[in-house]
């Protein structure tokens, strides 16, 4: 038995962004970017280990809509174009760069790793990621948890319990229809908790969630052992929660990792240096200065015109440095948290997956080297799932979490402000149609049926915290405006067609190929919990 035990949790999350509409969609391109710069890196560093026989345990929360993305055939071909794309500006710039000491290898690397990534997505895994994540549960390397479907900032939708049962309980399902079992665990969309929302969890057999800090540390009664052990939250559900010390270290830009000198710019990118007329057809969209994914300087200083070349070599020594340093100061930790505890302590590092890769492009090394080395030295610290802690069989201490976000300043402000706060009317009224329309029509058949269910899928589109959120950042703002109102009108359009009998079977159609995730949903999920809700959509048996 280690001393103490490490869950590193990758938080996979991006909202639904299919626009057919657009030949080149800037939101698509999110998509696109995080697989190219994410999650394939990340599976291929995760298959490397295991084909290795490095012993590995993480923890991925694959969202919902994130999962119908990667399932959804029309953003696989579009993604395929637009790799393509990049591996021919990847050629272009080694022909450019040719002779130059400084460049030249870097374009090298670039086209490599683009054709590695190509060769990955099309020939590996015939276009579909959710197999290759699979493929690594079953090897025992992955624990997959899940998130609510859309992403909804639960403790501002509880208003209508209706709202919270159905993106949990349509999350829950999608996922054993993806992944053959249902899920043992879920991520609280924002790490956002509020009182009783465990009961909904248990009664849909999730066994645990993962909550911010400040959720686990001001529970009632306070925990024994703060956050280094779970607690057991009155509805049966076992709840963790994050450790401040080790996210520091990886979250911060300026105190953590991510800021060291060695690394990529992130923000120096060639679509901003080169002539528009020779970098612009290769851009997404045409014409457009956006990121290319292409950079060629380290970080070097604060000031972004003066910037040093990147040396890759010195970039992975110094994320192996950094992984080494990671182990020894949970190694720290643990060894002095474990002569306080009855019980060897568990760190829980929760991380966004878009940060390895994206933001710190050295992230996938990091986390490689970090698992070789934990997994060469055992006898401190090993690498853990939460699921993997409950099965240890340790009593929790029976306590109710505080309701808490891992957002600015720890509770609900991100998500419900000046900014924002005029759409929760809106989100709340259409709760409300939306349970009077499930209640009443519960064994619709033939396009009242296929109404019903798109009237959902728009409702909870609508409910995504990625819309306030980007408010409160003033980021996208106009594209967060256009998307919430978008679904919430298409939601009372369809609310005034069921309601008249007259529905507009052509244009029904028309939003449902444009908004198509969760195939198999289920409108009824939304019933009146009160009175009409089978049984038989309460649970997921296991």
């Not at 591996?87 to 054709?115: H, I």
């Not at 009593?395 to 109710?400: A, C, G, N, T, V």
Request: aromatic share 12%.
């Amino acid at each position: 038995m280690p001393r103490g035990f490490l869950a590193l949790i990758l938080h996979a999350h991006l909202p639904y962004v299919k626009h057919p509409e657009h030949q080149y969609s800037l939101e698509e391109k999110w998509f696109y970017e995080a697989i190219t710069e994410c999650y394939i890196p990340l599976l291929q560093v995760m298959e490397r280990l295991q084909e290795e026989g490095v012993e590995f345990r993480l923890t991925f929360s694959l969202s919902p809509t994130l999962l119908a993305m990667m399932e959804n055939q029309f953003l696989q071909e579009r993604f395929s174009r637009y790799l393509q794309r990049l591996q021919y500006l990847a050629r272009l710039e080694e022909e450019r760069t040719a002779g130059d000491p400084d460049f030249n290898p870097l374009a090298c690397l670039y086209r490599k790793e683009f054709d590695s990534i190509a060769d990955y997505f099309h020939r590996r895994y015939h276009r579909r990621l959710v197999p290759a994540f699979q493929r690594l549960a079953e090897k025992g390397c992955l624990e997959i948890i899940v998130t609510a479907s859309t992403h909804g900032y639960l403790p501002l939708l509880e208003v209508q319990p209706e709202s919270v049962y159905a993106q949990i309980a349509n999350a829950v399902y999608y996922y054993a229809e993806l992944f053959g079992e249902p899920p043992r665990g879920l991520w609280l969309p924002e790490c956002a908790y509020n009182h009783g929302l465990e009961m909904v969890l248990n009664d849909l057999g999730i066994q645990y969630f993962i909550t911010a800090t400040h959720g686990v540390l001001y529970a009632s009664p306070r925990p024994k052992y703060g956050v280094y052990s779970p607690i057991l939250t009155p509805g049966g559900v076992a709840a963790f929660g994050r450790d401040p010390e080790s996210s520091k270290q990886v979250w911060s830009s300026r105190e953590g990792y991510p800021g060291d000198y060695c690394y990529r710019e992130f923000y120096r990118d060639i679509a901003y240096d080169l002539p528009l007329e020779y970098i612009g057809p290769h851009l997404h969209p045409p014409g457009m200065r956006t990121d290319s994914g292409i950079k060629y300087y380290r970080i070097t200083g604060d000031s972004l015109a003066h910037k040093e070349p990147y040396r890759p070599q010195e970039a992975r020594e110094k994320a192996a440095e950094h992984a080494g340093n990671f182990m020894f100061n949970r190694e720290q930790q643990v060894k002095y948290l474990s002569g306080l505890m009855s019980r060897p302590p568990l760190v829980v590092a929760p991380y966004d997956t878009e940060l390895f890769g994206h933001w710190w492009f050295e992230g996938p090394r990091w986390l490689e080297a970090l698992c070789r080395k934990i997994a060469h030295e055992q006898d401190q610290i090993k690498l853990i799932t939460p699921g993997d802690y409950l099965d240890l069989g340790y009593p929790l201490q029976l306590s109710s979490p505080s309701p808490s976000s891992w957002g600015d300043k720890g509770y609900h402000e991100v998500w419900l402000n000046g900014s924002n706060d005029w759409l929760y009317r809106h989100l709340h009224r259409a709760a409300i149609d939306m349970v009077e329309l499930a209640t009443r029509y519960r064994e619709a058949e033939g396009l009242l049926a296929e109404a019903l269910t798109q009237a959902s899928r728009e409702l909870m589109l609508a409910q995504s915290s990625d819309w306030p959120f980007i408010m409160t950042t003033k980021t996208m703002v106009e594209y967060a405006l256009k998307r919430v109102t978008t679904h919430l009108l298409n939601f009372r359009n369809l609310n005034k067609q069921i309601r008249n009998g007259q529905i507009n079977r052509s244009w029904l159609k028309k939003i449902s190929e444009e908004n198509d995730l969760f195939p198999h949903l289920d409108y009824r999920l939304y019933q009146d919990l009160e009175t009409t809700v089978p049984r038989e959509h309460n649970l997921c048996p296991r």
